[in-house]
């Protein structure tokens, strides 16, 4: 029963990662329709760039806030530089410039920063707590990990639900002519949709960093994670988003806890096929539509 619990805490503080991962994809796909498979490596190099900041400044938290910034820069130039050049060409072509794009980050960092294993800082500590002598099988970084994810997604929740820019931002990605037509700048808002899900990319790689590690292609795993995680959730759907994330990282825990780690990648991969032979179209996507 105390691996049992030790697998499903490990699990949820996994699958909030995913979740921030997947989030990134959903934001990407509801405004433009493109899935970003560089995702994951936009994610990587900012938390290079963090780790830069800190060993700098030696403050972790100069790094954290950098790593958001530039992810919401590098989001945004992509959008603006190179998905806009093709959005409305055939959708195969987004895919491949996603593609290239993410062969061109694993490429450039390790020659900006060495393609060598580097070791990332927790803000808090990633030991199991210790309660009055009771051994709590979380870490205090889980719980960061956890709370964070979560801010993230009610702050999401409020800006799509109850401001003037979120419900530009929905028109947007749902009737740009119309939204044009009501004097909308669907461009802007398509360049700041993109910066916001690098944000939540970022954010993902920050909080796998310090038990994952750091190298060039880290985040490779974690975007078909991700992606199954959006998918299983709909890829339209925000909150499904964090669903399908808490649902893969419970799933992948008990696969690799029970069956071996070994299994985790073919245990995603079953998912993600089950997932598009029962309901393709995500579970949460109905509810979505309705809100919409």
């Known amino acids: 029963m105390n691996y049992f619990l030790v697998l499903t805490l490990t699990g949820l503080a996994a699958g909030m990662i995913y979740a921030a991962l ?62 806009r050049w093709v959005e409305n060409g055939p959708p195969l072509n987004a895919v491949i410039l996603t593609l290239g794009l993410l062969l061109i980050l694993e490429a450039v960092v390790p020659m900006i920063w060495g393609a060598q294993i580097r070791s990332f800082p927790a803000p808090f500590s990633i030991a199991a707590m210790q309660v009055g002598g009771v051994f709590i099988p979380v870490s205090p970084f889980n719980i960061f990990t956890i709370g964070v994810v979560l801010l993230v997604m009610v702050a999401l929740l409020v800006l799509f639900r109850f401001t003037g820019l979120g419900l530009s931002m929905r028109a947007a990605a749902f009737a740009p002519e119309i939204a044009r037509l009501l004097g909308v700048r669907v461009g802007r808002l398509l360049t700041f949709g993109w910066g916001l899900a690098t944000v939540a990319g970022a954010l993902a790689g920050l909080l796998v960093a310090p038990t994952l590690l750091l190298y060039p292609n880290n985040m490779d795993a974690i975007l078909v994670y991700g992606f199954t995680a959006a998918v299983l ?60």
């Open 22 to 83: 997947a989030l990134a994809l959903v934001l990407v796909w509801r405004a433009t329709r493109v899935v970003n498979f560089a995702q994951g490596a936009m994610a990587m190099a900012t938390t290079y760039i963090a780790l830069a900041v800190f060993q700098l400044t030696g403050n972790y938290w100069f790094g954290f806030v950098a790593a958001l910034a530039a992810g919401f820069v590098i989001g945004a130039v992509a959008e603006r530089g190179i998905v």
């Open 233 to 292: 959730g709909g890829l339209d759907s925000p909150i499904g988003a964090l669903v399908g994330g808490l649902a893969m990282g419970l799933a992948l825990s008990f696969i690799g806890g029970y069956l071996g780690p070994d299994l985790e990648t073919a245990g995603a991969l079953a998912i993600l096929i089950a997932i598009l032979m029962v309901r393709p179209q995500g579970l949460f996507v109905h509810a979505a539509e309705r809100r919409v």
